[in-house]
């Protein structure tokens, strides 16, 4: 069953407005540090969810996955000048991906 939830936020536009007026360095700098530090609350939650391995095997070990969770900029937001994160799971490199090779 689904719940209706009706969400208003008034001022969006006026902080925007006033956001675009702090030099831009400034702005990189510090709203990228704010929205990391409010991504890593959802990062934290994310980890103490995550389900962890009970029997490590040849080509799994535990924590894996809970520790692959990160916080990261986002290059699309960045490319459209504006100034983004997500967290997700940061998928395996080509060297750890070699190493599952037999």
Request: charge should be positive.
């Amino acid at each position: 069953m689904a719940d209706n939830i009706t969400l208003r936020i008034d001022g969006l536009d006026d902080l925007k407005r006033v956001l675009l007026e702090i030099p831009r360095q400034l702005r990189k700098k510090y709203l990228t540090q704010a929205l990391r530090k409010a991504a890593n609350v959802v990062r934290d939650e994310a980890r103490k969810l995550a389900p962890v391995l009970q029997v490590p095997t040849k080509y799994r070990k535990s924590g894996t996955v809970k520790n692959a969770i990160k916080v990261r900029v986002s290059k699309e937001s960045r490319k459209d000048g504006n100034i983004g994160v997500f967290v997700n799971v940061k998928p395996l490199s080509k060297t750890q991906i070699s190493q599952f090779i037999l």
